[in-house]
């Protein structure tokens, strides 16, 4: 950024608007208030959103000018692991949440940020687990605050 260019402040969520790009950010990330950012155009911005917003995939920030970004759910190092029946599934989010992982749950799976005790725990159970690159976009849960999608 060129001395004396003022840095653009995203400080809102907002719901219109033609994004000028994107940011891509991991889960981690997405759940700080206040940082600086590099957006997709390799232009940098602040982030300044009230306490306890989580950003997810999908969603629109902006800065008050008119300016649009949406946020992108950036690929990051997890854990699939797949059951072959419901009270499987169940039965690993229920261990998974009395340690209070962070998980992404769909039909016959799970995911959560990547942990190889994590990994070992689960395929004991009887899932099977394939580690790979993904977006992440855990439940916000019983004690989330702020803004949260129903993924």
Not at 89 to 103: E, T
Not at 131 to 141: K, S, W
């Amino acid at each position: 950024m060129a001395p004396g260019t003022e840095l653009p402040v995203f400080d809102r969520l907002v719901t219109g608007g033609e994004p000028a790009t994107t940011l891509s950010l991991p889960f981690e990330r997405r759940q700080r208030s206040r940082q600086r950012v590099r957006l997709d155009d390799g232009s940098e911005a602040g982030l300044q959103l009230p306490r306890g917003t989580i950003l997810r995939g999908g969603d629109r920030i902006g800065d008050g000018e008119g300016r649009v970004v949406e946020v992108v759910a950036a690929p990051e190092p997890v854990s699939t692991a797949f059951a072959t029946d419901a009270r499987l599934l169940a039965r690993a989010c229920y261990h998974l949440g009395n340690r209070h992982v962070a998980l992404e749950i769909g039909d016959t799976w799970l995911r959560y940020l990547q942990d190889h005790v994590l990994d070992g725990m689960v395929t004991a159970m009887g899932l099977r687990v394939v580690a790979g690159q993904a977006p992440f976009e855990p439940e916000a849960g019983a004690y989330a605050h702020g803004h949260h999608h129903g993924h």
